[in-house]
């Protein structure tokens, strides 16, 4: 049995406990949050301990899951890395791209597994995208298109509900608005797909001063010729969310969007009365992407084998992200080192 201990007792933790505490052959030994009352409530929910300091967790675990907000990354994830532990770090690898290559630097010093939970990589859909791709079926690729939209992820929305917590979205420093935190899922995606990215324009609302919306819409130029779209939305109304992604190539094009329906739809009834859906049918576990994304670091850590992403992919992904941010302020496009 593998314990695994989840450092920062927020909204995603909660999406990760409930997939380690579905995983067979790992035990969830709690939480370490720098708020004791968060990781207390995380506790309650999901079981394990409350550990008084990440030190005390890193003692009592096999692997650590770090679930703090990026600007809070470098510091648990080198401090893991240093103590041979095994880590999850989600997505954003850091807030900045110092950051990041500090972290890259450290899993290259100690040779410690890091895994960077970009979770769009093992959405069925994006997953089967790319495998079609490699296989060669639609030609040689031209453009890809990729399309994420919601709701400002605020205290009150989705899987936030309930959360006493104030979100650190609205903060530009903290969270990079949708560029830096929900763009830069596609950005990974595409480049998993399409290879390096020479130059990235930006256009946008993450400076309109219109909070709490934020859009953005980018165009990436990759090394190979081809063309990338991204569109990220904080702007939708609650409860409609959707992705969507395109990839045309010399012999065909490839299209999904999240908007089509399922076969069978599951909406549970919140305690405001609205309903929250599944979102994804059958569910099986091993359809979920972040059972998925964890059951993958579980099985390469053990079996010594490389992850589907790199530190150095995540430390990419930054970079692009920042480019982008770049581009929106300065109106130029922005070529990446
Ligand atoms: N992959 C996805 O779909 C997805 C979805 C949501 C969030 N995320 C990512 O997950 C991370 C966390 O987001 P969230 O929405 O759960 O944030 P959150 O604000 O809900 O929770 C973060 C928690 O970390 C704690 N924390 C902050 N600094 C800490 C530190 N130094 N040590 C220990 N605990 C600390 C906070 O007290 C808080 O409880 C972000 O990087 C975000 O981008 C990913």
């Not at 899951?65 to 103590?83: F, K, N, S």
Request: aromatic share 8%; proline share 6%.
């Amino acid at each position: 049995m593998r314990r695994v201990g989840i450092v920062g007792a927020g909204g995603i933790s909660r999406t990760h406990a409930d997939r380690w505490n579905q995983m067979p052959g790992v035990e969830l030994a709690g939480f370490y949050d720098i708020i004791e009352d968060a990781a207390q409530r995380a506790v309650q929910r999901s079981g394990g301990k409350v550990f008084g300091s990440m030190n005390e967790l890193f003692d009592a675990v096999d692997y650590v899951d770090v679930c703090t907000p990026g600007t809070a990354h470098v510091q648990p994830v080198i401090a893991a890395l240093e103590a041979g532990i095994p880590t999850v770090c989600e997505k954003p690898l850091a807030n900045s791209i110092a950051d990041c290559e500090r972290i890259v630097d450290a899993a290259d010093r100690t040779g410690t597994p890091l895994f960077v939970a970009m979770v769009v990589r093992f959405f069925p859909q994006f997953a089967k995208a790319k495998e079609v791709l490699d296989s060669g079926a639609i030609g040689a690729p031209g453009v890809i298109r990729t399309v994420r939209s919601g709701s400002y992820p605020d205290a009150g929305s989705g899987w936030r509900k309930g959360l006493a917590i104030t979100s650190y979205y609205a903060d530009f420093a903290q969270s990079g608005g949708v560029l830096l935190d929900l763009c830069i899922h596609d950005i990974d995606y595409q480049r998993w797909c399409f290879g390096e990215v020479e130059r990235v324009f930006a256009r946008g609302m993450m400076f309109a001063g219109k909070e709490p919306k934020d859009h953005a819409l980018l165009t990436l130029r990759f090394a190979s010729g081809a063309v990338g779209h991204i569109e990220g939305s904080w702007s939708y109304p609650r409860g409609r969310s959707s992705s969507r992604i395109e990839i045309a190539g010399t012999g065909g094009i490839l299209e999904w969007d999240s908007r089509t329906r399922p076969p069978v739809e599951v909406a549970l009834a919140q305690e405001d009365g609205s309903l929250a859906s599944s979102g994804s049918s059958p569910t099986a576990p091993k359809d979920d992407p972040y059972y998925a994304e964890l059951a993958h670091f579980v099985r390469c850590t053990e079996a010594k084998e490389p992850f589907l992403v790199t530190p150095y992919d995540g430390l990419m992904a930054v970079k692009i992200s920042r480019a982008a941010i770049e581009s929106l302020e300065t109106g130029r496009p922005v070529t990446i080192s």
